[in-house]
């Protein structure tokens, strides 16, 4: 087995990415970083690395605890690493306006601002 395995190759073989064309833009994007670099999609990670990938505008930590260069099995895929992602706070539903109804009226303006935890709209004396 050897003691390095390009990034890309690692991040598909793991299954964060469908297809190692995805990992390898998500390289070139800026989207995967390795011990709190930028990488390319050739940078060789080792086991202990710290990899950080961008997914859905939130930060996935992995720490490598095995070196796979073929795709495998999700259960063998999840042995491979360690997942230190903090939990995400479920976020609240925001406000949903049917397609096509129109401008909202001030008072569903204010109902979508109070959800939304903006400032009220009264005027302070």
């Known amino acids: 087995m050897t003691d390095s395995v390009r990034i890309d190759s690692w991040l598909w073989a793991i299954r964060v ?10 390289c070139r994007a800026g989207h995967v ?18 990899v950080r ?15 796979l260069v073929k795709r495998v099995s999700a259960p063998l895929a999840a042995a491979a690493y360690e997942d230190r992602t903090p939990v995400r706070e479920p976020q609240a539903a925001l406000a949903v306006r049917d397609r096509g109804a129109g401008r909202p009226t001030k008072r569903e303006r204010r109902e979508i601002d109070r959800l939304r935890g903006r400032g009220s709209h009264r005027i302070q004396d």
């Open 33 to 50: 970083r390795v011990n709190g670099d930028r990488v390319k999609a050739a940078q060789a990670v080792r086991i202990g690395d710290e």
């Open 53 to 67: 990938i961008r997914v859905a505008g939130f930060d996935r930590i992995l720490i490598i605890r095995q070196l």
């Open 17 to 26: 990415f469908k297809t190692r064309s995805a990992a390898t833009t998500a």
